[in-house]
Every structure is written in C-alpha cells, then in structure tokens.
C-alpha cells in the first residue's frame, strides 16, 4: 500500500473512531515519519487530486473526499449490518487508481464467475502468469480468458466447455484484478 493509501485509510479509521479528524502531527506519528513536512507534501498532492478537502485555519480540517465503499461487514444470510458505525473495513479504490473497466460481452468467462454484461477492471500490467485471468487482442479484437500453459506455449483459455482454446499469437493487454456487476 502505498503512503497516501495509508494516509487515507488512517484519515478513515482516526474519525471513525474518534469523531473528528487527525493532525498533520498524528499522520506523521502513526505513520513514522519524523516531521510533518513529508506528509504535508503527501496532503497537498491528495488535496490537488480531489481525495482530501483541507479546510484553512484548522488543526484537525483535514477531510477525507469519501469515494471509497464502506465494506460494513459479512452477511452469512443472517441479521442485516446497516449501521455505519460497524465499518468492518473499506474498500480501497487506489489500488485500482491506473486501472480501466470492459464490458464483458459473451459467456465464455461464466465458470469464472464473469457474466455477460460484467465489468472486469484491468490493470495495464501486461507480467501475467499462467492461471491468471487476462485480456488479450487476438487478430485486431480483445478477449477475456485464462492465461495457460501447455507444452511451453502460453494458450487462452475460456471458461466455458462450448468455448475452444485460443492458440496462435496475441498480445496481452492486461490482467483482470476485479469484476463489477450491477444487479437492476
């Protein structure tokens, strides 16, 4: 996790918990830095990038712009957890911050859990491994599937027995690290 991650989930954690925000100083604290100045020069860029609102004249005027999801807890089909006050964790955008979504078209991906109409978010990072779940352009299109490999060749494999497996060149354009799917 990266340092303005962690300024951002110590910002939501400290008015969690305390009700009001921290001071430059306790960010510096928890985080082990020794002055304030790194941190402010962390909170400027955040400010710059819309993910804090600092508010002028105030010790504790830090504020934390909330585009994140509050993950408020598990739900085995039991009692509903709606109180915010029972934030189990949150949900982290920044670790897809140089990531972009697809529209999933098709079912060769359902044995994956990726359904038609889905959106897979793809981080860039075209390192993939074997067993990872890719994006790649095939013949001028861009496909969904499992990165395989078999007798030293790396294979594109849908996840869906009416689907074949795709050989010959393609060109890895990312690896999938998350699905999104809206239920209307």
């Not at 430059?24 to 400010?47: Q, W």
């Not at 359904?115 to 075209?126: A, C, I, K, R, Y």
């Amino acid at each position: 996790m990266d340092t303005r991650s962690k300024i951002l989930r110590f910002l939501r954690e400290f008015i969690a918990e305390n009700g009001f925000p921290p001071t430059v100083r306790e960010i510096a604290s928890h985080l082990g830095f020794r002055s304030t100045k790194a941190v402010k020069v962390h909170l400027d860029i955040m400010a710059g990038e819309g993910l804090i609102r600092k508010v002028p004249g105030r010790a504790r005027g830090i504020e934390p712009v909330e585009r994140g999801l509050p993950v408020l807890g598990s739900v085995p089909a039991g009692q509903p957890v709606l109180r915010y006050e029972n934030v189990e964790d949150w949900f982290d955008p920044f670790i897809w911050k140089d990531c972009f979504l697809l529209r999933v078209e098709g079912d060769s991906m359902i044995g994956a859990g990726i359904m038609d109409g889905d959106l897979v978010v793809v981080s860039p990072d075209t390192a993939s491994e074997p067993g990872e779940i890719v994006v790649a352009r095939v013949e001028g299109e861009v496909t969904v599937k499992r990165l395989i490999k078999k007798e030293g060749e790396y294979l594109l494999k849908p996840e869906n027995p009416d689907y074949q497996v795709i050989e010959g060149p393609f060109e890895l354009v990312g690896r999938v690290v998350g699905v999104l799917r809206r239920f209307s």
